[in-house]
């Protein structure tokens, strides 16, 4: 899978102090919180020790704190570094903007319109290829808004039969393409004329003999569905 971090620049905003860091400065961070040791993750971000420390002074002058506390190694050497508590704060935030930009490669976006809107059930519904699909009310919106659905893959799920339950919005779909995303796989479909993905998990996805061609329904909660005005 594509690493999210590769291009990445972070914008670091601490006591008022804003520093700009990319991908190999993330990467130095967390290998030595991971490796404990400066001079090994120096190594796995393929970087000299010396650019490392240069790395690591750059970032503490640059926000005025202390990133790493480094312990001298005895007479048979070793030693050591850990993050301090503004050190781990900083990979922390990085780490949460990395998770946010995983879940959007993995969100589908629909553009849509508000067909109706029913306050007292507390509900609108949206056109999705001919389906009113029900999503929570939204008081800034009227029926004609122009909106953009946005629905994760691991919220939409899988069903051969349509059936009657709590999930609400159903859609009939074909398959058109299923890929392997290490234990899970990526089930893309057609609905009408609308690309709608969702993930299955190996064993389920052997279970419903899933193939390209075969129709399927998809099934998510109003909940599920996001969107943003057009």
């Excluded at 590769?6 to 601490?14: C, D, E, F």
């Amino acid at each position: 899978m594509t690493d999210v971090t590769a291009s990445i620049k972070y914008k670091i905003n601490l006591n008022g102090e804003i520093f700009l860091l990319d991908s190999k400065k993330y990467h130095l961070i967390e290998g030595i919180l991971d490796a404990g040791s400066i001079t090994k993750a120096a190594k796995q971000v393929d970087i000299s020790y010396r650019t490392a420390l240069n790395y690591i002074d750059k970032i503490e002058d640059s926000l005025d704190i202390k990133l790493v506390n480094t312990i001298k190694g005895g007479k048979g050497g070793g030693g050591g570094a850990s993050l301090t508590p503004e050190g781990y704060s900083i990979l922390k935030e990085c780490k949460k903007f990395n998770a946010m930009l995983s879940l959007h490669k993995r969100v589908n976006e629909i553009e849509s319109v508000v067909t109706s809107i029913d306050e007292d059930k507390q509900v609108m519904t949206i056109d999705i290829a001919d389906n009113n699909v029900n999503i929570p009310l939204n008081y800034n919106y009227e029926v004609g808004q122009p909106v953009l659905a946005l629905i994760n893959y691991d919220n939409i799920f899988i069903m051969l039969e349509p059936i009657k339950s709590s999930i609400g919005n159903i859609l009939k779909g074909t398959i058109i393409e299923l890929k392997l995303l290490g234990e899970i796989v990526r089930v893309k479909t057609k609905v009408d004329n609308i690309e709608v993905s969702c993930l299955v998990a190996i064993a389920s996805f052997k279970d419903l003999d899933l193939k390209i061609g075969k129709e399927i329904y998809l099934g998510f909660n109003a909940i599920s569905v996001a969107t943003l005005k057009l």
